[in-house]
């Protein structure tokens, strides 16, 4: 039995390692179009602030991992699947024959629509090779605009900030991280950047990046000369005619200011790699459909990761959810099925933890609420701490916290565990911080 999996991040390294574990006699080859070995991109920010090397993000430590593991690590790129030969051409032109195929080729980053977004100077924070430009550009002081705060925006606004640069953000929300925290969280997190020293900016776009390129008779070393003038009199000089700009990048708010930047880095969402379905039949929506084993509509080809639309767990519909913890467990349970152990996947709880600057903030399942539920708040805007819980009938179905950290694993319990709380329910109405008294008698009950 042959297995090939196209996508070496943690989906398909911790498949390969689970068919490996489970069907010790076969053939298996993880096909990766970077150049260098597995990485994870949750490590990239620990990189940008050098607590660790390119090596410490690779997800397995041991240069002979793969070889140990009888596991053939192809460095190529996937051009195309022949579904009825079970053939994949690769770039460099060799084909490779497959029994039993998982598409884990991930997601990217989404490219807005900008002009200028493609000038010498705007990077996106997603590949090992970004982050190295964003080291050459993102040293202390450098002005540095982050278009997006997001999840992913403000894990980079993070290792940016602990850089020492000038960090100005810009978020088309109304709030920060929109998609995982409510209005109060969003900017109780907003004010807590700002006393930070980030410039935040909420409910504005970047409407133009302009490289603003020497002027026709540059001499070139005008610019020491200016920053001296100003240190010696207090004021700025205007650049003599000829002279560099002394920031290569302005951009354009659609509040109508303007900022001059050395350094744009788009954080704006990202989408599922779809392309190697091209021709295939695979059906797809914002991602590979798959059922509840991983199996797409095509015989022999799995998905998994973020590139599948996997079942979310608190709504039973199926939803790409771009997390490395929910991308693992896919790896792991389409390995099984993929092997011929039928196991289903009862769904993944959308669940964020956020480390930003300090303050973690969380937040689990329908955190939005629902229809005809009931909610608690505990709000102290004065001390960053919000907490809010979600319910439906008595049972707890989503919750955000901001500043509460000793909630957080009782929290994804009771949701996952969609445990009747009886009496308790209306006491957390009335008083949200007695969450681990409520998860620690429900327990007592039904033992």
């Known amino acids: 039995m042959h297995y090939v999996v196209v996508g070496a991040g943690p989906t398909g390294v911790i498949a390969a390692e689970t068919l490996r574990k489970t069907d010790p006699s076969s053939q298996i080859t993880l096909i990766g179009d970077e ?15 050098e607590k660790v090397g390119e090596p410490g993000t690779y997800l397995r430590k041991d240069d002979a991992h793969y070889p140990a593991q009888r596991i053939e690590l192809r460095h190529d790129r996937v051009e195309r699947i022949d579904t009825a030969a079970r053939q994949l051409t690769l770039h460099s032109g060799d084909p490779v024959q497959y029994d039993e195929l998982l598409i884990a080729t991930g997601a ?49 606004l993070e290792a940016l900030a602990l850089r020492g640069v000038d960090l100005t953000v810009v978020e088309m929300g109304d709030r920060m991280v929109p998609r ?55 004021k700025a000089r205007e650049p003599e005619a000829g002279a560099a700009p002394s920031h290569p990048l302005r951009v354009s708010l659609s509040n109508g200011s303007q900022l001059d930047a050395d350094l744009v880095i788009s954080a704006a969402g990202v989408k599922s790699n779809l392309e190697l379905t091209a021709g295939t039949g695979v059906r ?28 979310d767990f608190s709504t039973g519909e199926y939803q790409v959810h771009a997390i490395q913890p929910t991308a693992s467990e896919h790896g792991r349970i389409a390995a099984l099925n993929m092997c011929g152990h039928a196991t289903p996947y009862l769904g993944s709880l959308n669940m964020n933890v956020l480390d930003t600057l300090g ?22 805007p004065e001390n960053f701490r919000y907490l809010s819980l979600q319910f439906k009938g008595d049972v707890l179905v989503g919750a955000q916290s901001l500043g509460l950290t000793q909630h957080v694993g009782v929290l994804r319990g009771l949701i996952q565990g969609q445990t009747p709380l009886g009496e308790w329910k209306e006491k957390l109405v009335r008083d949200p911080t007695r969450i681990m008294e409520a998860y620690l008698q429900r327990q007592l009950a039904y033992q």
């Open 108 to 156: 990217r980053p989404i490219r807005p629509p900008i002009p200028g977004v493609d000038a010498p100077g705007v990077h996106t924070c997603w590949t090992l090779d970004d982050a190295r430009h964003i080291l050459e550009l993102a040293r202390p002081g450098a002005k540095v605009l982050l278009l997006g705060a997001g999840f992913i925006g403000c894990i980079i």
């Open 180 to 234: 995982m925290m409510d209005p109060v969280a969003g900017n109780l997190l907003k004010r807590w950047c700002q006393e930070k020293g980030v410039n935040v900016h909420t409910s504005t776009s970047v409407t133009a990046i302009e490289h603003q390129a020497a002027l026709p008779s540059a001499q070139g070393s005008g610019g020491g000369v200016w920053a001296f003038f100003s240190r010696l009199t207090g």
């Open 35 to 49: 150049p260098e070995p597995p990485y994870s991109r949750m490590a990239i920010p620990y990189y940008l602030v």
């Open 284 to 311: 797809t929506d914002a991602g590979i459909l798959v059922d509840e084993y991983f199996r797409t509509n095509v015989p022999h080809i799995y998905a998994a990761g973020d590139v599948a639309q996997g079942r």
């Open 359 to 380: 303050l973690i903030s969380s937040s689990f399942g329908l955190w939005m609420g629902v229809d005809g539920g009931d909610h608690a708040e505990l709000i102290d």
